[in-house]
């Protein structure tokens, strides 16, 4: 067997979203941060993103990792995070994937029945606190960079929707959110194409009209990513949420045809999002839960744990806590003489 390139992973998922984890096999990412090496990354390595998430290695719903030596000294692991469109500086389901993979293979220690950790990702430090029990990772709560509402109650033009009312906020990426109920659209996971093509074209929109930048990171900008959330299914949960991730192209003349995906999680950083608007308007105070359901009913819990400021936003810490699983080890390798070096989309998934 002739190999150009062999990379070792563990499969894991955070309440039904795949986040891969790349353990072995990544060239040397050089920078004074996380953030640094991932642009690095992105600039002169991005064939590993697309080699790992594209076919025939990966598929549309799929999100990767790459753990890193991490730069900042209180930092125990540092991770990368990749998805289709894009090199994310936080996610909440794959913090909790990593976190799972760190501790159940070993690579850091773990300890029964909490272990502490920190994590550096590309947004900031991560503190993270595993619940663990017979050497499974039962529960992972992280405490999550500051959240913001930048624009609240904006009216945009959407191709094919008119006047939409959006808000915009921070919770790890930028989130562009609307209300589904207010759309007449219904968050059922059958009814995941309509959601996808909606949201993207909300995307698009919120892109060109109410572009946004992190006040302490100018290169991160947005918003890359769209919430549409709903009331609470059950009297367990506070509302639902279905975050479309792009995975190619939008034509504003062809709104039916945006290729994107659901994420199968509440999406951590989505709830996060959604949390500071919620407090923006005076509806979540410190210390409340908000209990945020997915498209398959799946949870992530978050908490306001304080108040903060960002820039010129107000802004919460908050914290997210769910459940990560492993579901098997790879080696994933390429030949030489293979004709698809970086992978391969084809329309009708993508």
């Not at 697309?50 to 991770?79: I, K, W, Y």
């Not at 302490?216 to 639902?240: C, E, M, V, Y």
Request: hydrophobic fraction near 40%; include cysteine.
């Amino acid at each position: 067997m002739r190999l150009s390139r062999m990379l070792t992973a563990v499969e894991a998922h955070a309440e039904g979203e795949p986040g891969r984890v790349i353990t072995g096999g990544m060239p040397h990412l050089p920078g004074n941060s996380v953030f640094e090496k991932m642009q690095w990354m992105q600039s002169n390595h991005d064939e590993v993103r697309t080699l790992m998430l594209q076919e025939p290695r990966g598929h549309p719903a799929l999100c990767c990792n790459v753990l890193v030596p991490p730069s900042h000294p209180e930092a125990d692991a540092g991770f990368i995070i990749m998805e289709q469109m894009e090199y994310p500086p936080m996610s909440g389901s794959n913090t909790i994937c990593v976190t799972t993979v760190l501790l159940e293979t070993g690579i850091i220690p773990m300890m029964e029945p909490v272990t502490e950790l920190t994590l550096e990702a590309p947004a900031g430090l991560i503190r993270v606190r595993a619940d663990c029990k017979d050497g499974k990772v039962t529960r992972v709560t992280f405490r999550n960079v500051p959240a913001f509402a930048v624009h609240l109650d904006r009216t945009i033009e959407v191709p094919g929707l008119g006047k939409t009312k959006v808000d915009v906020a921070w919770g790890g990426m930028f989130f562009v959110l609307a209300d589904a109920d207010s759309l007449g659209i219904s968050l059922s996971p059958d009814n995941g194409r309509e959601i996808v093509c909606l949201s993207e074209a909300i995307r698009h929109a919120a892109v060109e009209q109410l572009p946004v930048a992190h006040p302490d990171n100018p290169a991160i900008t947005g918003p890359t990513i769209t919430n549409l959330w709903g009331a609470a299914i059950s009297p367990s949960t506070h509302g639902r949420g279905a975050i479309t991730i792009s995975t190619g192209g939008f034509a504003p003349s062809h709104p039916n045809e945006a290729s994107g995906i659901l994420d199968r999680s509440p999406c951590g950083t989505g709830t996060c999002a959604k949390m500071a608007v919620l407090h923006a308007r005076g509806l979540l105070d410190i210390g409340q839960d908000y209990i945020n359901a997915g498209p398959m009913g799946t949870t992530f819990t978050g908490r306001i744990e304080e108040i903060t400021q960002v820039g010129p936003y107000p802004a919460i810490v908050p914290s997210l806590s769910g459940q990560g699983w492993i579901y098997g080890t790879s080696n994933w390798t390429l030949d030489p003489t293979d004709p698809f070096q970086t992978g391969f989309t084809i329309g009708d998934m993508w």
